[in-house]
């Protein structure tokens, strides 16, 4: 094998801060490199908060072995060996180190390669941005400088696939990193503990998807240059499969971050905010001002459409909003209208018009709650406007055609949503409740947020709207419905008593 040409290390200790740093080298059939990796480890990090972690993914040759003899040598190092009882693979065997980091007090893991590929010469130069605390992870680049990279002997093949597909990454995911595709990286315990990267694959591609979840994240990425070394080392990896789960798992994640689909290792963050504004582009909540009258009491129950009641304010409403967490609805949905739960205002007969904003598919029971609704509005007839997530939306259906059905944080498959409706389940559940539809419209997906503002999302905006012409029920990406209350048989009964007693008397005084 070719070793780097690379300056000799300071001489002087490196001052990691009082920090507790693991270097963690994974080895899978290295007899022959394994104990030149670890000699090539600079003597400038010898420190009581330095170890050594090896661990030996089941070779079949003698890498165990090798380390073994270099840690009973009078090393400087406190080294480590271990090997896995079956071979878990390049992403299973990163997966019990990081482990071991976390569990073992670590504040930063540095990764090396047992084959020598990626040079330990670099560690100290690498460690500079998380010793400082400037990120969260490091990647040393072998392609920031490209032409170096081909110098140093990476195959042509490789080079352009590494560009194409980094290229692709970061026009999915935002990012502008100059490589991927490295494997000498370092990272924060601290950061690693905030991401499900015991979720991740086992193969090859798990270096893609730990830097999804640490973009997904938002954790800092610092990148910096290294050289690139190819030797006689052999390669393990199947540059096609490779390729191909690369590809799948960034379209995976881009989809995620849309809610057409959800992966449980792309969700790092589990609290479900407030619902976007879509207050600039055809959407539910355009229905929902449009919807209202000016100077009319406005009572809004949802989930965090705030923007929407301070729309109506300044349009002259008198609004009262009562905002619901998903978990409450998802909890207490059969006691919303009693005061055992998140309970309705005792004033209902007060309000005009009662905006129900992407509330029912929330609720465990909303035929019962419809029920109440409609008659704790004392016979006030109140408009009921109501906005749902459509199940029959033409992704939704193309996905569970492909066998997919997955939910995700937001979107029509929230993982909140108890309930899922079509316009015909929904126009039913209401009329059912005692109400009289006034008007149910279909809006369209919401392109401004998944791929901003621009050009693009315009267009698909104006095609969506056309589509909905054509079918609601297929392009709708939401529905909009508008009905009005109508008395229960109570209150229609009193109504005709006292109508019936008011008429007679203005007969009687007619007659006599």
Known sequence: MRLAELEPAAPDLIDLG???????IVAYNAERTIEKVLGRIPPCLQSEDVEILIIDDSSSDDTFVNGLRYQQRASAFKITVLRTP?????????????????????????????DGQYAPEKLPMLLGPLVKGEAEAVFGSRMIDKRAARQGGMPAYKWVGNQVLTAFQNRMLGTKLSEFHTGYRLYSTAALAQIPFERNTNDFHFDTEIIIQIVLRKLRIAELPI???????????????????????????????????????????????????K???????????????????VLQLGIGHANVAAELERRGCRVTAMDF???????????????????????????????????VEH??????????????TAGRRPEVIITTANVAFFITRLMLALGQFNYSRKGILGIGHRRLFTF???????????????????????????????????????????????????F??????????????????????SGSAKLRSQLLDRVA
Request: glycine share 8%; net charge neutral.
């Open 18 to 24: 009082g920090k507790r740093l693991l270097i963690f």
């Open 86 to 114: 079956e071979n878990q693979g390049y992403g299973g065997n990163q997966k019990l180190g990081y482990r071991y980091a976390i569990d073992h007090g670590f504040d930063i893991v540095a990764l090396v390669h047992g």
């Open 227 to 277: 050289p690139t070394f190819y030797g006689d080392e052999v390669c393990h990896v199947n540059g096609m499969k490779y390729a191909w789960d690369v590809f799948k798992s960034t379209i995976k994640a881009r989809l995620c971050g849309i809610h057409l689909f959800y992966d449980r290792k792309f969700d790092v963050n589990p609290e479900i905010g407030s619902h976007s504004d």
């Open 279 to 297: 207050l600039a582009f055809p959407s539910s909540q355009t229905y929902a001002v449009e919807s209202c009258t000016a100077g009319k009491n």
């Open 325 to 359: 967490a998903a978990n409450e609805l998802a909890e207490h949905s059969d006691t919303i209208r009693s005061a055992a739960g998140p309970s309705l205002p005792a004033d209902l007969p007060a309000y005009d018009q009662i905006l129900l904003m992407d509330l």
């Open 363 to 376: 609720l465990h029971d909303p035929e019962d709650f419809m029920d109440a609704l409609r008659k704790n």
């Open 424 to 474: 015909k389940s929904l126009r039913a559940l209401v009329e059912q409740a005692g109400y009289e539809i006034l008007e149910a419209r279909g809006v369209p997906a919401p392109f401004p947020l998944a791929i901003g503002t621009n050009v693009w999302s315009r267009t698909l905006l104006r095609m969506n709207r056309f589509l909905l012409k054509i079918s609601r029920g297929l």
């Open 476 to 497: 709708a990406y939401q529905i909009c419905l508008r009905a009005r209350a109508l008395p229960d048989s109570r209150h229609l009964l009193k109504e005709t008593i």
